[in-house]
């Protein structure tokens, strides 16, 4: 397996613009995990899906951000209008409950995206 | 809300020497506490976990033990080698959501060699 893919690794946009991040979670992983990482806030639930029903998004910033899973495959989180703000590394990051015991899930990450909004 | 304090937020350390990293948790309900190991530039990966049951588990240099009376648990690195230079995440279930992890802010390991 591939691991979590995560493209694009990096993006450089100007203020304004809407980013489109995308996410392949590994295959038979059925919660996906959408992170932010910052020097100043260290790593950031924003969203987290489960059998591609988002569970809990008090973690998303403000209406500016969405995410959205259509199929167990593939999850995007976009920013529309983003800003200077925003710029930070995202991970996406899916798991599986191991032993079919909930609260013990390994969570494998992805190799984020730098996103630069100038 | 969980809420997970980490110290020291940098350690330098001398090769083969020992390395303690600590976190604190606030919700005593929390059950799973991992610790993940970040090197420059990469991802976040999962160097070991333990649960609330356990008070220690190791796995060969590394060691992870669990207080839970305290609500305080520590990673420990022995003879510590170069490449254990990187950021190191501990977290906690948030209580009543058996998914989500509340991570610590972070402790920068550097090992002079």
């Known amino acids: 397996d591939a691991g979590v893919i995560q493209s694009p690794r990096h993006e450089v946009t100007e203020m304004g613009q809407e980013v489109t991040l995308r996410c392949k979670p590994i295959s038979g992983h059925n919660s996906l995990f959408w992170y932010r990482q910052t020097m100043m806030r260290g790593l950031e639930l924003l969203i987290y899906?489960?059998?591609?029903?988002?569970?809990?998004d008090s973690g998303m910033p403000e209406d500016r951000f969405s995410a959205k899973m259509p199929n167990a495959s593939f999850s995007t989180l976009k920013i529309q209008p983003s800003e200077p703000r925003d710029s930070a590394v995202y991970f996406c990051a899916s798991s599986y409950p191991r032993g079919g015991a909930p609260g013990n899930e390994k969570l494998f990450f992805g190799s984020g995206t730098q996103l630069s909004v100038l | 809300g969980e809420n997970v304090e980490q110290h020291p937020s940098t350690l330098s350390v001398q090769e083969g020497d020992s390395a303690v990293i600590k976190c604190t948790y606030s919700d005593s309900a929390s059950n799973y506490f991992p610790w993940y190991k970040q090197e420059l530039g990469k991802r976040p990966q999962l160097i070991i976990d333990i649960r609330s049951n356990v008070g220690e588990k190791k796995d060969q240099r590394i060691a992870v033990t669990l207080n839970k009376t305290a609500k305080h648990f520590s990673l420990h690195i022995t003879e510590t080698q170069p490449e254990d230079s990187a950021v190191y995440f501990c977290?906690?279930?948030?209580?009543?959501?058996?998914?989500?992890?509340?991570f610590g802010s972070g402790t920068q390991l550097t090992v002079l060699p």
């Open positions: 899906f489960n059998n591609n029903v988002p569970i809990d």
């Open positions: 977290a906690a279930t948030l209580s009543g959501s058996a998914r989500q992890l509340t």
